[in-house]
């Protein structure tokens, strides 16, 4: 059962679906929340959201596996963090048990929009929440939505995986002790100038480094570094309290130690000692990993041994093991994958 759609050709565009979630905060508490086939939100032109950017999101995919079911990868850590996000923004948590219930009913509504196994599409699922009510003086809103809607997107990489190559960037996506570590839509604001510079001058992405000193890396716009190194022994990922704590990278380095055997190293990386990685990934939802070949310093080029040509050795596996938990084809740990049932 499956709608009329080119899974191979899609892009990463909004597709309307037929069902979104909606849950209202009004008077100190969330409501019950419903289904609605009304993709339109009307609120007043002074909500919190349009005049102070109060708003977090969070990004998931469902997709079908080898056997046919369909799943959800991690959702309970998605949950996690936009209360996380939330709490940061002075915003209503949403409880994670009816994030998760979003999730499910959401997907299952929209089933005939999972791609099919193997097609390389998935169904993105955009859960996010923001103050709805009047606000003029700098203050949280007293209302909010949590929403979540669901779009069909292509495969990430259309006619095999290619290196891309980044710049090390001049401007900053996140302040000291600020917003870098949740998932507000304002750190993507002001990250926007920076990407279409980037891409103005040849980059596929920019590495942020660490606002304060800028000698240690971070991240990019929306994705987390994955290092490996020269021995092919050990994945390194750089450390930061202005890092979002990705998924996908917290996901693999799990399955780096406990299925292939590597050691992890979680801690501070200086942008001087990037050169002596083998390999170098960018894990997020979207990609898995996106593999790096080239990165541009100011003049100066790190080319990383994987090349420009394919994906390193070890990210390779590492993109595979993983991919094969999502897909069903490798036996997953205990509460990784969460089946879609009947509501
Ligand atoms: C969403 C996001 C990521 C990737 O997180 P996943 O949970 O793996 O999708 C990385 N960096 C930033 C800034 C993000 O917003």
């Known amino acids: 059962m499956s709608v009329n759609i080119d899974w191979a050709t899609l892009g990463f565009g909004y597709v309307k679906t037929p069902y979104r979630y909606v849950s209202l905060y009004k008077n100190g508490k969330w409501d019950n929340g419903t289904l609605t086939g009304d993709d339109k939100i009307v609120m007043t032109e002074c909500a919190g959201v349009l005049q102070y950017a109060q708003t977090a999101f969070e990004g998931l995919k469902a997709y079908t596996t080898e056997d046919g079911k369909i799943v959800t990868f991690r959702p309970d850590l998605n949950a996690e963090r936009m209360i996380e996000s939330a709490k940061r923004l002075e915003m209503p948590p949403f409880p994670s048990d009816r994030f998760l219930e979003a999730v499910d009913r959401v997907v299952y509504a929209n089933r005939e929009y999972v791609p099919p196994y193997g097609s390389g599409a998935t169904l993105y699922l955009r859960p996010f929440m923001f103050g709805s009510s009047a606000v003029i003086g700098v203050k949280p809103a007293m209302e909010y ?142 990609a898995v990993i996106s593999p790096v070949g080239k990165i541009y310093d100011h003049g100066k080029e790190i080319v990383f041994p994987s090349g420009m040509d394919s994906m390193g050795e070890t990210t390779k596996k590492l993109y595979d093991t993983l991919t094969g938990i999502q897909m069903g084809k490798i036996p997953a740990p205990d509460g990784w994958i969460r089946e879609i049932k009947c509501q």
């Open 145 to 286: 939505h949590f929403r979540l809607f669901a779009t069909p997107v292509g495969p990430y990489f259309k006619g095999g995986i290619k290196p891309i190559t980044i710049r090390v960037s001049d401007f900053d996506r996140a302040a000291p002790r600020g917003t870098g570590h949740i998932k507000a839509g304002l750190n993507y604001a002001m990250s926007l100038h920076a990407i279409v510079n980037a891409h103005e001058q040849g980059f596929d992405e920019n590495m942020y480094l660490d606002p304060a000193t800028r000698t240690y890396v971070e991240e990019t716009g929306g994705a987390n570094f994955i290092f490996v190194t020269r021995d092919k022994k050990t994945i390194v990922t750089p450390k930061s309290d202005s890092i979002l704590p990705s998924i996908t990278r917290r996901s693999l380095c799990y399955v780096a130690e406990k299925y292939l055997g590597l050691k992890v190293e979680h801690r501070p990386v200086k942008l001087e000692e990037v050169a002596e990685f083998a390999e170098c990934g960018l894990c997020g939802t979207a």
